[in-house]
């Protein structure tokens, strides 16, 4: 089992483009989750998602940002218009039937 | 709303020392506490928590609801053990996201 993936590991943009980052859970896992981290801070929650639904998007900003999680193929976490303040390292995380999240290496956003 | 705090950003100890990082919490339910640990260049992975009660590594973290705390604690450091350590909070009632703090830099000095 390769674990979560994330891809791609580094993005760079300029702003007013968008960035999309994919994650690819466990194999078994239908639970996913994103996390920002902006520098020098802990991971802050963004969505929970499972196959095609999103639980929970409170952490979400309301604009310009939308994840999805397909029936098929890997949760995509999209950001539309990009700004300098959304340079960041972004986590996605998946579970199975227990609630222990395991971590993907990350996808590093950087916008010039 | 739920907060977790790690007050200190950088610990440094010299081999064999003990350590503890500090981790409080306010929430006004039952939480599950849980401690992770990044390695350099790798991911970030569940060290413990504290519904298992168990010593992973060595670690041992209780929780305490009078002080709202869960430090993470270890007799003796090994340089192995140098990391960044997050603290995070489960609420009782919503789902399965996680509230970080802001991560501890563990430095082991030989």
């Known amino acids: 089992n390769a674990g979560v993936m994330q891809n791609p590991r580094h993005l760079v943009r300029r702003r007013g483009q968008e960035a999309r980052l994919r994650c690819s859970p466990m194999k078994g896992h239908s639970h996913v989750y994103w996390y920002r981290q902006l520098p020098e801070e802990g991971l802050k929650f963004m969505v929970y998602l499972q196959k095609e639904n999103i639980i929970d998007e409170s952490g979400m900003p309301k604009e310009r940002f939308s994840a999805e999680f397909p029936k098929e193929g890997p949760s995509i976490l999209r950001i539309q218009q990009v700004v300098r303040g959304d340079s960041a390292a972004y986590f996605c995380?998946?579970?199975?039937?227990?609630?222990?999240?395991?971590f993907g290496p990350g996808t590093r956003l950087t916008v010039l | 709303a739920q907060r977790v705090t790690q007050p200190e950003k950088l610990l440094s100890v010299f081999k064999g020392a003990p350590v503890e990082l500090k981790c409080n919490y306010s929430?006004?339910?039952?939480?599950?506490l849980f401690w992770y640990v990044q390695y350099s260049r790798q991911r970030l992975q569940l060290l413990l928590r504290h519904i298992s009660r168990e010593s992973i590594k060595g670690f041992t973290a209780d929780l305490n609801k009078g002080e709202t705390s869960f430090h993470l604690k270890k007799p003796f450091a090994q340089e192995e053990d140098s990391a960044m350590y997050y603290c995070?909070?489960?609420?009782?009632?919503?789902?399965?996201?996680?509230?970080f703090g802001g991560g501890t830099r563990l430095m082991v000095k030989p």
């Open positions: 995070a909070l489960k609420k009782d009632n919503a789902g399965n996201m996680l509230t």
């Open positions: 929430y006004s339910g039952s939480p599950e």
């Open positions: 995380a998946s579970s199975g039937t227990s609630d222990t999240q395991y």
